[in-house]
């Protein structure tokens, strides 16, 4: 069921489109200063969740407050339509599984499918986007399946090919058996998962010998039957050791680990006079002829296995490069579904991550096995379909990313990182251990590889159609479609005379996304002026992943074509958790839907929680609760602040743009002052992008506003005709509206806008953020104030200890501070009498009121005083205040042969009797809780009193109608009424008070006495 909230935010964005507000707020920068945004672009073939909520919410904020702030902020919107998530969703839809089953279905008919399956939920998007109310353009948005972005992908990697940064190569790359491709390092850094494994101990048998074997460990048992070569550490020292009937060679640094007590070392030597010794492989399903012999390498330590390392070539890097090294064998026992290949006869057909326990059995069978153990470690996964990655050896298309790190580096430190260790750490890191972009995808869905080949070893990228065109052979059609099977069909001349085919691979969806500077503009091709005035960006903001995503394609692919960084400042979001802190997901049942929660509590509601619960680079803890509270707290406490100004000026028909007159009282000046200290503060924090604080200084004044300002001077909008004091009060009000909806519109576009409207006419996002008035700050009266809130404040935490009703007057209360406190709260004791309902403030010395107790703090005391803490305890249970007085003076005093200190000693006000102690920040009170006759009766008629306001209210008479007050009750209860009828009068909007029966009179209980009310 929609909320109030929510249908008035659906009247708001009909005014936005009929005025078409959005863009009149960016043409009306035309010619300011640009803040550049890039809009990350999502995928729209899955629906959006509470972290797309997060972070369209923090984009459409900085980008309505930039703008406000007098930039002209333009807003792209993106779409994501290549790459694997697409191909897995179409693979569900259409019932079938990897690449075999694409090529019998046609790839043809599966890229159409692809390309109807991006745009799946983009009703759902928009409606999401605009229900949010994140401003941005999405009828002109960037789409990276369109050609005109396609053919700016390819200058950009005709750009790097020219650079000789794009060269096809022969090495291990991770790789994802189901969706049968290689993967990217930033792919990968996405997708790690703890998993548990087992690791084997295998025994390698020496050649020559029956019972002397080395020992090879290794984390991936399933790799053994490829074992080409066992490795060892030219420098570690290394021993052969007799255990029972056979001999063992292991690093002499493990060998108490492996062998407990119960081995007799043999023999002892350094690594490299291993090299070359040969041995008999546990498995032989294989044939090597160059291998199965010791070689030296120097990544083996003796930190952990045995120090011997079994290397298999193709599943490892550094394998792969010792194989090459020695002149070894090169051996794949894997096919491309990650599955044993026929010459590994008893496991052939079987997935290898699945076969570790098969390999350890068969092992042991041939007593090969000296140990196995289950571990627990960080394993990768493919970010798109969950799979466990395995590395493979194998070829593929690569950029030399090598070549640009220190660059990548340097422009990282130019990049202004919220939050600032991002800089060196998280991406930081990742940029240190940066290696060559795979480039590369063995699938159909993306943008097809530009290069070209022949037979005899040349290459051509073309840059451009028209460059495609002018290399082929043959027509190139006008509407030439950039995707495969289309271009795989066109053929280029080769300088040999020969035909050029195009390499197979579409490439890394990454590097479309990291494109988007460029080919959102059609760059160099379209608007050149425009991409410069939108390059670099001032600010991209994404979810903490994108550090190995987004946030490292747009700086890599940015270094390669400009040298530059693409991005002055990136903001690193937090991810949404739910309030256990666990990680949402469907599957867990814990995964807020962010268009449901709008529908229930208003867009502005999911705003403000987001926006004010934590700094949006933490991980939030989230619930429907934390928006609910956000729209309690503050969205219906604005909200009603407003209808009270409305009701009343509405009465008094007043005109706020036209007359701001009258006398302003202290309290005009204190919501002003406040009104523009909040000011300052907020444009502070903006300027540094703390939300966070921003926002919460907000709700602080918010609460000031209506809690105190408002309630404080009701009486004075309740004043019949309109004096100065009044007139003060609406224009005061007025203007603070007015300025908190400015404040606010960045924050809760919709509330802010509505008020702004019915108070102006005009839409609050056509404004200039505010901006402070150091005249209209008074420090003083501020901190004057927040003295008076805090001994109001503690006044209440004195009454709800004592159970003691508001509306039960009380004698007095006593203010304990500073001498400069009692000055500054002598001009506010008429208020704090009238906010705390007590007769009497007392602001002098008020020490007289208290006594003292003082008991040992054995932490502090006890390691000092040891054995004589007893004694202590029992000399401070007879201490005198005169002694308390000597210690609080002196800071130390001695008694009972002990010298004790301030800091050893608990010391604690007792109040006297009938007096309750409150204390706060430097300031205590002492409420007098004693009731005599007479404060019992005004809290009675004070109760009377409420009951005929909830009367009214459920009768549903106007505010400012006076009304004649007919109560029946007993004697002794009219008697005390009587006393009070100028209170009556004062507090109750009435023409007369008639102590008689009324016919349709409500009955009423109060404090235990029966009285009908009737109002006419």
Not at 463 to 482: C, K, N, W
Not at 810 to 830: D, M
């Amino acid at each position: 069921m929609q909320d109030k909230a929510a249908l008035k935010e659906q009247k708001i964005r009909e005014y936005w489109q009929e005025n078409d507000t959005f863009h009149t707020s960016v043409r009306n920068r035309e010619g300011k200063k640009p803040y550049v945004f890039y809009e990350g672009p999502p995928t729209a073939n899955g629906m959006p969740h509470a972290g797309h909520a997060l972070g369209r919410t923090i984009k459409d904020f900085i980008a309505r407050y930039k703008t406000m702030d007098g930039y002209q902020v333009k807003r792209k919107a993106g779409w994501d339509t290549h790459g694997l998530p697409v191909e897995l969703e179409v693979e569900k839809q259409l019932k079938i599984s990897g690449k075999e089953q694409i090529e019998t279905y046609g790839v043809e008919r599966f890229i159409e499918k692809c390309k109807e399956s991006v745009f799946t939920y983009e009703r759902e998007w928009k409606q999401f986007t605009e229900a949010l109310g994140y401003w941005v353009d999405m009828e002109d948005p960037y789409i990276t399946l369109d050609n005109s972005y396609i053919e700016s992908v390819w200058h950009i990697l005709s750009h790097i090919h020219g650079e000789g940064l794009l060269y096809k190569g022969h090495r291990v790359v991770p790789y994802c058996p189901h969706c049968e491709t290689s993967l990217s390092s930033h792919e990968v850094a996405q997708g790690y998962k703890d998993v548990s494994d087992l690791s084997a101990t295998a025994k390698f048998l020496v050649e020559g010998t029956t019972d002397e074997y080395l020992l090879g460990w290794t984390t991936t048992p399933w790799t053994l039957p490829a074992n080409v070569a066992i490795a060892v550490h030219p420098e570690l020292n290394y021993v052969t050791v007799q255990q029972e009937n056979e001999k063992y060679i292991v690093a002499e640094g493990l060998a108490k680990k492996l062998f407990k007590e119960d081995f007799q070392v043999v023999e002892s030597r350094k690594g490299k006079d291993l090299a070359g010794v040969r041995y008999e492989a546990p498995f032989s399903y294989v044939q090597i002829d160059k291998g199965h012999q010791v070689v030296l390498a120097d990544f083996v330590t003796d930190q952990s296995g045995t120090g011997l390392v079994h290397i298999a070539p193709a599943y490892g890097e550094d394998d792969y490069r010792v194989v090459q090294d020695n002149d070894l064998d090169f051996v794949h026992i894997v096919d491309g579904k990650g599955r044993y290949i026929e010459e590994i006869t008893p496991l052939a057909g079987r997935f290898v991550k699945d076969c570790d326990v098969d390999i350890i059995k068969l092992l042991a069978e041939k007593n090969r096995l000296f140990h196995k153990e289950k571990y627990t470690h960080s394993y990768p996964h493919c970010w798109r379909c969950d799979s466990p990655l395995l590395y493979y050896a194998m070829e593929g298309w690569f950029i030399r990313m090598t070549d640009v790190k220190e660059k990548m580096q340097e422009n990282n430190r130019q990049v202004e990182w919220h939050p600032g260790h991002m800089q060196e750490g998280r991406f930081g890191k990742f940029l240190d251990n940066m290696v060559d972009w795979n480039i590369g995808r063995n699938r159909y869905w993306g943008t097809p590889l530009n290069v070209w080949t022949c037979k005899c070893g040349k290459e051509k990228a073309p840059g451009s159609i028209a460059e495609l065109r002018q290399e082929a052979i043959g027509s190139v059609p006008e509407d030439v479609e950039l995707h495969k099977p289309y271009v795989d069909q066109i053929q280029l001349r080769c300088e040999c005379g020969d035909t050029m085919q195009r390499t197979s691979e579409v490439i890394d969806v990454w590097f479309d996304s990291g494109s988007m500077p460029f080919a959102q503009y059609h760059y160099p091709f379209g608007d050149k002026k425009l991409f410069e005035s939108q390059y670099p960006a001032d600010v991209v903001i994404e979810g903490v992943d994108q550090t190995r995503g987004w946030f490292y394609s747009l700086l890599a692919v940015s270094t390669l074509v400009t040298g530059k960084a693409p991005y002055k400042r990136v903001l690193s979001l937090g991810h949404i958790l739910d309030e256990n802190g666990q990680k949402m997901s469907k599957s867990k049942g814990n995964a807020l839907n962010p268009t449901e929660l709008m529908e229930t509590y208003g867009a502005d509601a999911l705003r403000w929680a987001l926006l004010s619960d934590s700094a949006p680079w933490n991980n939030k803890r989230f619930s429907e609760r934390t928006v609910a509270q956000a729209k309690s707290k503050m969205i219906d406490t604005l909200s009603n602040v407003f209808s009270f100004y409305q009701l009343y000026q509405q009465i008094d028909q007043f005109d706020g743009e036209k007359d701001n007159g009258g006398v302003r009282s202290t309290l005009d000046e204190w919501i002003l002052s406040r009104l523009h200290s909040v000011t300052k503060q907020v444009n502070d924090y903006l300027e540094q992008y703390d939300i966070t604080n921003a926002a919460r200084e907000l709700g602080t004044f918010l609460d000031e506003l209506s809690n105190w300002y408002v309630r404080r001077s009701r009486q004075r909008f309740w004043s019949s005709g309109m004096t100065e004091d009044k007139r003060a009060a609406f224009s005061t009000l007025y203007e603070v509206l007015k300025k908190t909806a400015q404040l606010l519109a960045p924050f809760t576009p919709y509330i802010a806008e509505d008020i702004h409207l019915q108070l102006t006419g005009n839409s609050v996002h056509l404004t200039d953020y505010p901006k402070p008035c150091d005249e209209l700050i008074n420090t003083q009266l501020e901190e004057d104030m927040t003295t008076v809130l805090q001994v109001v404040e503690l006044t209440r935490a004195a009454r709800n200890t004592a159970g003691i009703k508001t509306k039960q007057p009380l004698a007095a209360v006593y203010v304990l501070g500073e001498n400069c406190v009692a000055e500054r709260l002598a001009g506010y004791a008429a208020t704090i009498k009238e906010e705390t309902n007590v007769k009497e403030i007392k602001l002098e010395n008020n020490d007289h009121l208290f006594t003292h107790s003082a008991k040992l703090d054995f932490a502090v005391a006890g390691p000092r005083l040891g054995k004589r803490v007893g004694e202590a305890k029992q000399a401070l249970a007879q201490i005198e205040q005169v002694q308390i007085k000597e210690l609080l003076e002196k800071g130390k005093i001695a008694i009972s042969n002990l010298e004790l200190t301030k800091a050893e000693v608990i010391i604690e006000k007792v109040p006297s009797n009938q007096l309750l102690l409150s204390e706060g920040n430097g300031l205590s009170v002492l409420l007098d809780t004693k009731l005599t006759t007479e404060l019992k009766e005004e809290g009675f008629v004070r109760e009377v009193i409420r009951e005929v306001q909830t009367y009214r209210k459920e009768l549903d008479l106007p505010v400012e109608k006076r009304v004649n007050l007919y109560i029946d009750a007993s004697p002794t209860v009219i008697d005390v009424l009587q006393k009070y009828t100028d209170m009556l009068h004062h507090n109750l909007v009435l023409q007369e008070v008639l102590y008689k029966q009324y016919e349709k009179a409500k009955g009423v209980e109060v404090e235990g006495e029966h009285l009908q009310l009737g109002v006419e």
